[in-house]
């Protein structure tokens, strides 16, 4: 876990960083695959219904994005996820990895 939250802390800084996330929507879980681009101040997110890019904040310990009604939340030292809707009294957590680059056959 060190590793990873030494890695992300590294590549923030420089260039983006890819993130596959696993979200607890109440009815089951979603799987989010996110870059996360401090240069450009975005980030990129995908489902398996769409591809969206979204103008976030980051923080020295979070990363922020969204407004109202929603707000989406991922903690740079623990890559914890957090969905909230305050107008609905909705908290979804879950927790992100960064995945291991796939070795390539050829």
Avoid: H
């Avoid at 590793?3 to 420089?14: I, K, P």
């Avoid at 997110?45 to 976030?56: G, L, S, Y």
């Amino acid at each position: 876990m060190l590793d990873s939250v030494l890695l992300l802390a590294a590549a923030s800084a420089a260039q983006p960083v890819y993130l596959e996330c696993s979200l607890d929507r109440g009815a089951g879980v979603e799987l989010l695959r996110m870059n996360l681009n401090e240069p450009n101040g975005t980030v990129t997110i995908t489902n398996d219904r769409a591809t969206w890019t979204v103008n976030a904040q980051f923080a020295v310990d979070e990363v922020i994005w969204g407004g109202d009604p929603y707000l989406y939340t991922v903690d740079r030292d623990t890559l914890k996820i957090v969905y909230s809707a305050d107008a609905i009294n909705m908290r979804r957590e879950g927790v992100c990895k960064i995945p291991q680059k796939k070795k390539r056959v050829f």
